[in-house]
């Protein structure tokens, strides 16, 4: 029940005898009164003038004066139970006793006991409703902002369920009315709750501090001491990030008597200081934010009526409270301003909400009949009286949200997209802000622009999906105040569908197709290797590629002339990248456009979803660039640093303890929050850190890369460091190919890229089954490739993976060129082998040699080799290769140069498997040019060289 009198804190406890009031805080007096009094009381608290008490006592047979209704009023000012000068010097002076210089101590607390299980089990029932409403929808929420209502606390937990590890925010806004005081203030110091510490984020309020004067804030005001709104959610907060093990960043903001426009101003300066400090918030408006249905007006009379059944009264407002629930969900504020009575307490904090967030919301619950406080159900057959009830929602806002059903039961009132003719594509996201522009990108299709900053309105607005141009301008001055010409809005609309940004949804891969027939258009036209070789035919008839054939014939897959040295001559248009030559072939280099590249990069955050963060790659050397020889000897020392990776040295298998400690202490003095690099050597850094008990708490997961990653080293990592251990895969060729999802799912990076897999000979692999990789480039111009094999075999997954990407899911099975056949001619992978192999953490190393007909097993166990059940492993093996498996024990394992890759498996290039997947290899058009490459002499030989030259001048000098 709302409270017009008494300020936080003040409770009223009535029984037959007596009604007592206290203060909880302490502030006020505590008082005593006759039972006689307790509708007086009530009345008074809700706000009714004496005449009205006095009216109304009189139709129950009961006769007060106003009098003593005013009296009683000034009683509870007197005794500090209101809000008022004299409350508020007590406060004042709580305040300077009990916060220190950079710690708040709120004076509302709970037993932590009873409060952790009453929010826990808010929590846990706001998360079986979220599955059982939106089953896979609940795992992809990304919570933008929410609307908070203290009314209940189970739509409460509805809201809090909605946050996972994997989207866990930096920093949360908990945005409030303020009940107590009329300044507008936010909070720069550490809390300590009954739950323990929370720290604010000092950057935001930094930030804060210098726009105060603009946007009317001051700091810690000490009603931040008993306004409940703000540390409700606070607890609830704590508890979700000891669930979650996250690190939790608060900034409480109470907005007091800021009005609705300044409101929504600094939630505007909030989203923009996120965006541009690379910081991922969520706004929470808090509060006791109820709809009341007092004094609200409707065409016929009033809204309600005092004595009208309460079960009329019910029908009425939840004809009504759809709409109005719509309203907020799609964030309009003119309406809501003329809708929303004046002292619902959430305006301002909507307003904020507006702001911040850009997206739609959905509403996850709501209910029109609440009691007060929860404690007892309303009887509807019994007459109104005003303030015996009131309505709330949880209303979410962020991404992955469900297309439907806005508004829960019914959802008649949900507006609807479809049968839009032009709507923004879904899977655009921003890729980066640069000064007053932004980059945009699509997921799914590989195009890039830029665009002005004060666009982005606008294309949210696109998101919505309207049919017509009067719509667009319609809403950008309703919810954006931008007045926007509709010539100018018409140009915008036609050059965003003209690059591919605004697409029909019926046909979601149209624009991908013809990127690919534009790529093999071009080709057949431009590239010395493939022109007239397709013919419009389709990419079935273009010839398969292997890297042989590219490095022997590189200027040949280039549009227009580029030479090594040009490339390297102008990096600020292109970008060269060679193999680290790990096989013992030459290596092979590709060259792409810069801003191709940087696209490519940024395209790793359309299946992560976050931006960049600091990252800690440990790997070796060659991966960093950091190893160069002189004279047959290293140059390079190790451990290397290099920007932001650590090279412990060449081999990992025989790097000292104390140079993984130098990595541990890096790794903790960054605050690195991703761990990336090869799984060799990240797992010796994990055993380090086991043995020393190290822990990282800004760690968030480890992404492996560059070889596979066997079961047993990623049993080492999640033990070690306790966060989720992603895959990736690349290559030099194309960058980034596939990475791992939130739901724990690669997925292949196909918005530049064209994937095909292939088996028996060249003809299409279906999903589910193991095929070799075709890749073809949809980005570059100036050296496409179609069809090359890089020589990795997957299994594309048939279902779509719950985390919501379009992208397909896949599995990585191994290199093809070192499959293994079994004593029935099946072909065995790496994921076999590493199934056969178990998770082992005793096992540090191994290295299986296979030939003809028999294989040898070398294992580097973790200290003793008993913990190694070696003679199961080789019976398993022996049974998987349909050969004879010999163990042999070692300390560490050979590398065959400097520039070699540590490998677990030592299997001989299988060219028949090449062949029975991808065919016979493509035939070499006569004529083509080929990269001929200058052997470069020895330094012994161009000693000699010198030395002879030196002695034929002297000769010829004394013949003279």
Not at 34 to 63: C, F, H, N, Y
Not at 883 to 903: G, Q
Request: net charge positive; hydrophobic share 40%.
């Amino acid at each position: 029940m709302k409270s017009h009198l008494f300020r936080p804190g003040v409770e009223v406890l009535a029984s037959k005898e007596s009604v007592t009031i206290s203060d909880k805080y302490g502030i006020g007096s505590a008082l005593t009164l006759p039972a006689e009094w307790a509708p007086v009381i009530k009345m008074v608290d809700t706000g009714v003038d004496s005449p009205t008490i006095q009216q109304r006592l009189a139709g129950r047979g009961l006769a007060i004066e106003s009098s003593d209704i005013e009296a009683l009023r000034q009683l509870f000012t007197d005794a500090r139970l209101t809000a008022g000068p004299e409350a508020e010097k007590a406060l004042n002076a709580l305040f300077a006793a009990r916060s220190p210089d950079d710690l708040l101590v709120p004076l509302f607390e709970k037993p932590p006991t009873r409060l952790r299980s009453f929010l826990a089990a808010c929590i846990d029932e706001g998360r079986q409703f979220l599955e059982e409403r939106y089953g896979d929808w609940a795992a992809r929420i990304s919570l933008q902002a929410a609307l908070s209502p203290h009314g209940a606390s189970h739509m409460c937990g509805r809201i809090y369920a909605t946050l996972g590890a994997e989207t866990w925010p930096d920093v949360f806004f908990l945005v409030s009315p303020s009940h107590y005081s009329r300044t507008a203030s936010f909070l720069n110091k550490a809390v300590l709750t009954s739950l323990g510490r929370v720290d604010v984020c000092k950057k935001t309020t930094a930030f804060l501090e210098a726009r105060a004067k603009k946007l009317t804030l001051c700091a810690n005001d000490p009603s931040f001491l008993i306004e409940h709104a703000w540390l409700t959610d606070a607890y609830a907060l704590q508890l979700l990030a000891e669930q979650l093990d996250r690190p939790l960043r608060i900034v409480p903001i109470q907005l007091g008597k800021m009005d609705s426009t300044m409101a929504r101003r600094l939630g505007r300066e909030l989203a923009t200081f996120c965006r541009n400090s690379a910081i991922r918030g969520c706004l929470i408006a808090s509060g006791d934010l109820t709809h009341h249905y007092d004094d609200r007006k409707r065409e016929g009379g009033e809204y309600v009526k005092h004595g009208m059944p309460l079960r009329e009264i019910v029908r009425r407002a939840q004809a009504d409270e759809q709409r109005f629930l719509s309203d907020i969900c799609q964030r309009k504020h003119e309406e809501l301003e003329q809708q929303m009575p004046k002292h619902y307490c959430a305006r301002k904090p909507l307003a904020a909400l507006f702001g911040f967030t850009p997206l739609e919301g959905t509403v996850l619950d709501h209910e029109t009949i609440l009691n007060g406080n929860n404690a007892s159900q309303i009887d509807l057959d019994q007459a109104w009286e005003g303030g015996q009830f009131h309505g709330c929602a949880a209303i979410a806002f962020g991404l992955g949200l469900p297309p439907a059903d806005r508004v829960i039961d019914p959802p008649r009132s949900a507006p609807s997209a479809a049968g839009c003719d032009r709507r923004l594509d879904q899977t655009l996201i921003i890729s980066e802000v640069r000064g007053p522009a932004i980059g945009i990108q699509s997921r799914r299709y590989a195009r890039y622009t830029e665009l002005p900053l004060d666009v982005l309105p606008v294309l949210h607005e696109l998101q919505l999906g309207f049919a017509t141009l009067d719509q667009i301008c319609e809403r950008l001055s309703t919810s954006w105040n931008i007045e926007l010409d509709q010539q100018d809005a018409e140009e915008l609309v036609n050059g965003l569908e003209s690059i591919g940004f605004l697409v029909d949804q019926k046909d979601s891969e149209g624009f991908r197709r013809n990127l690919l027939n534009q790529t093999l258009e071009q080709v057949n036209r431009s590239s010395p290797f493939y022109r007239g070789r397709i013919n419009g035919q389709g990419l079935g008839d273009a010839p398969i590629v292997n890297s042989d054939v590219v490095r022997d014939h590189w200027p040949a897959f280039s549009t227009r002339p580029i030479s090594v040295r040009i490339a390297k001559s102008d990096p600020d248009s292109y970008y060269l990248r060679s193999t680290s030559s790990t096989s013992g072939a030459k290596p092979l280099r590709t060259v792409v456009e810069r801003e191709i590249h940087d696209l490519r990069s940024a395209a790793r955050r359309n299946i992560v979803q976050r931006r960049m963060v600091k990252v800690l790659n440990v790997s070796r050397p060659a991966n960093l660039g950091v190893l160069n020889t002189q004279k047959g000897t290293l140059r390079q020392r190790w451990p290397a640093l290099k920007d932001n990776g650590f090279s412990p040295g060449i081999n990992p298998t025989q790097i000292p303890a104390d140079t993984w400690d130098q990595a541990l202490d890096l790794l903790e003095e960054r605050k690195t929050r991703v761990l990336s690099g090869d799984p060799n050597y990240v797992t010796e850094l994990a055993r380090r850190a086991i043995e020393l008990g190290r822990k990282f708490p800004t760690l968030e997961e480890v992404q492996l890369g560059h070889c596979f990653a066997w079961q047993f080293q990623r049993e080492v990592i999640a033990r070690a460091f306790g966060v989720p251990v992603l895959r990736q895969w690349h290559s030099s060729e194309f960058g980034d190919m596939g990475l791992t999802c939130s739901a724990g799912k690669m997925h292949l990076l196909d918005c530049h890229l064209y994937f095909e897999l292939v088996h028996r000979g060249g003809r299409a692999a279906p999903r589910g089954q193991t095929g070799a990789a075709l890749i073809t480039t949809l980005d570059t111009k100036l050296r496409p490739l179609v069809r090359y094999a890089n020589g990795d075999l997957l299994t594309i997954d048939k279902e779509v993976c719950r985390c919501g990407h379009p992208s397909p899911t896949f599995t990585f099975e191994g290199r093809l060129s070192h499959l293994i056949k079994d004593h029935r001619g099946k072909w065995v992978t790496y994921r076999m082998i590493d199934q056969a192999l178990g998770e082992q953490p005793a096992m540090r190393f191994f290295r299986l040699a296979v030939r003809e007909n028999s294989a040898r097993l070398t294992l580097v166990p973790y200290g003793s080799r008993r913990a190694i059940d070696h003679r199961a492993i080789a019976e398993s093996l022996a049974r998987l290769l349909g050969r004879s498996v010999s163990v042999r024990w070692a300390d560490h394992l050979e590398l065959p140069s400097n520039k070699a890759k540590l490998m677990m498996l030592d299997l001989p290039k299988n060219e028949e498997a090449v062949e029975a997947f991808l065919g016979k290899p493509a035939e070499i058009p006569a004529g083509l040019p080929r990269h001929v490459r200058k052997e470069r002499p020895s330094t012994a030989k161009k000693k000699a060289t010198k030395k002879s030259a030196r002695r034929a001048k002297a000769a010829a000098k004394k013949d003279r």
